[in-house]
T-cell receptor, first 115, second 112 residues
Framework: DAKTTQPTSMDCAEGRAANLPCNHS???????VYWYRQIHSQGPQYIIH???NNETNEMASLIITEDRKSSTLILPHATLRDTAVYYC????????????????FGKGTLLTVNP | DTAVSQTPKYLVTQMGNDKSIKCEQN?????MYWYKQDSKKFLKIMFS???????INETVPNRFSPKSPDKAHLNLHINSLELGDSAVYFC???????????FGPGTRLTVL
């Protein structure tokens, strides 16, 4: 699976959009970009994933550059409860390997939402 | 309704003891996992089971033995506990259709 690079930490004001970048310059054609987050003392939580098109759900938006070498997770209106470590993970298509699926977590970005 | 549950939430024990952590998911998923998060907060996969069959074993010491009595349960038994086993252990299950994992709340194991 391709390696990802994320900033160690970021700050965001409550109510503002939080934009979390991720570089994955070695991503290959069948690899998806996944985002999970881990709020302090809790298990990781799935946020969103995509292949090449931008994606949006009730939690966030995922913007993937045209060359797919980087992406940005957007939390449109950050709240204090969004303070967490955000992990960007790149892995092969879920249709390859079937059950042989694992997530490889990096260090992630600690997002701190300030009042 | 709790999707992925683990017991106990906290476990404090002495070196050399044997302990078990239990995990249950009510999501109907076929695949379950155990992850370990150490003091430096690195989260690493340990095991994966699919339909009660072991499919991933990430070079974990033999002292760790997962057991899956059925698709909804994946327990982790640890023999001869060592100080380095102190960590938070997370159980997870996978939705194959959406290719997403659901994690339990974690079990904080402290070995004294």
């Amino acid at each position: 699976d391709a390696k990802t690079t994320q900033p160690t930490s970021m700050d965001c004001a409550e109510g503002r959009a939080a934009n979390l970048p991720c570089n994955h310059s070695t991503i290959s054609g069948n690899e998806y970009v996944y985002w999970y987050r881990q709020i302090h003392s809790q298990g990781p939580q799935y946020i969103i994933h995509g292949l090449k098109n931008n994606e949006t759900n009730e939690m966030a938006s995922l913007i993937i550059t045209e060359d797919r070498k980087s992406s940005t997770l957007i939390l449109p209106h950050a709240t204090l409860r969004d303070t967490a470590v955000y992990y960007c993970i790149v892995r092969s298509s879920h249709n390859s390997g079937g059950s042989n699926y694992k997530l490889t977590f990096g260090k992630g970005t600690l997002l701190t939402v300030n009042p | 309704d709790t999707a992925v549950s683990q017991t106990p939430k906290y476990l404090v024990t002495q070196m050399g003891n044997d302990k078990s952590i239990k995990c249950e998911q009510n999501l109907g998923h076929d695949t379950m996992y155990w992850y370990k998060q150490d003091s430096k907060k690195f989260l690493k996969i340990m095991f994966s089971y699919n339909n009660k069959e072991l499919i991933i074993n990430e070079t974990v010491p033999n002292r760790f033995s997962p057991k899956s009595p059925d698709k909804a349960h994946l327990n982790l038994h640890i023999n001869s506990l060592e100080l380095g086993d102190s960590a938070v252990y997370f159980c997870a299950s996978r939705n194959w259709r959406t290719d997403t994992q659901y994690f339990g709340p974690g079990t904080r194991l402290t070995v004294l």
